[in-house]
């Protein structure tokens, strides 16, 4: 079965330093992989997905299927960017269910 | 567009009462999803749906129930509501593409309280 696993739950970060938040999976087929955030009072909203390539708000993530890895990076850490983060897998095996992981909470300290 | 719409945004039961969460979305999508939001346990799917008619069980189904008689609702029903319950619950729904679900759209929750 597809599993996800962000081990961290809370992330406590300076303003201007790094932020990287872990993922790891486990999947059997081509695994397409997202990343959801949730700013407070706000909804749940995607913030990249990995088939993207892209960038948003500073955020990059590198699906690594050596390692089966798809961790969130950004270098330098903004107080806008204190929410809860989630990873998540979409099994298209599974009529393409999303499974996320348990979440992380990141604040950023001013 | 209103997006997805879920009602009521609070609610407070006593064990052993029943109710239902509404959702409803304005997009057209075909796939609705419901998820519950537990601290420590992140997102749990709950059940989901892949077009009108169709329905099916997620990770933790059990004490719910679900229907899609149209394309824009998917209303979860709680049979016989349990302290278990107690959670924050999120409708999201997505289009689908060549059998693949694109971004998923959330609702701002229902916050449900089982005493």
């Known amino acids: 079965a597809q599993r996800v696993t962000q081990p961290e739950k809370l992330l406590s970060v300076f303003k201007g330093a790094p932020v990287e938040l872990k993922c790891n999976y486990s999947?059997?087929?081509?695994?397409?992989l997202f990343w959801y955030v949730q700013y407070s009072r706000q909804r749940l909203q995607l913030l990249l997905r990995?088939?993207s390539r892209e960038s948003i708000k500073g955020f990059t993530a590198d699906l690594n299927k050596g390692e089966t890895s798809f961790h969130l990076k950004k270098p330098f850490a903004q107080e806008e960017d204190s929410a809860m983060y989630y990873c998540a897998l979409l099994d298209a095996y599974g009529n393409n269910r999303l499974a996320f992981g348990k979440g992380n909470q990141v604040v950023v300290i001013p | 567009n209103a997006g997805v719409t879920q009602t009521p945004k609070f609610q407070v039961l006593k064990t052993g009462q029943s109710m239902t969460l509404q959702c409803a979305q304005d997009m057209n999508h075909e796939y609705m999803s419901w998820y519950r939001q537990d601290p420590g346990m992140g997102l749990r799917l709950i059940h989901y749906?892949?077009?009108?008619?169709?329905?099916d069980q997620g990770e933790v189904p059990n004490g719910y129930n679900v229907s899609r008689s149209t394309t824009e609702d998917f209303p979860l029903r709680l049979l016989l509501a349990a302290p278990s319950q107690t959670s924050v619950y999120f409708c999201?729904?997505?289009?689908?593409?060549?059998?693949?679900?694109?971004?998923?759209?959330f609702g701002e929750g229902s916050r449900l309280t089982v005493l």
């Open positions: 999947y059997s087929g081509s695994p397409e």
């Open positions: 999201a729904s997505s289009y689908t593409y060549q059998g693949n679900t694109g971004e998923l759209f």
């Open positions: 990995h088939i």
């Open positions: 749906s892949v077009g009108a008619g169709i329905t």
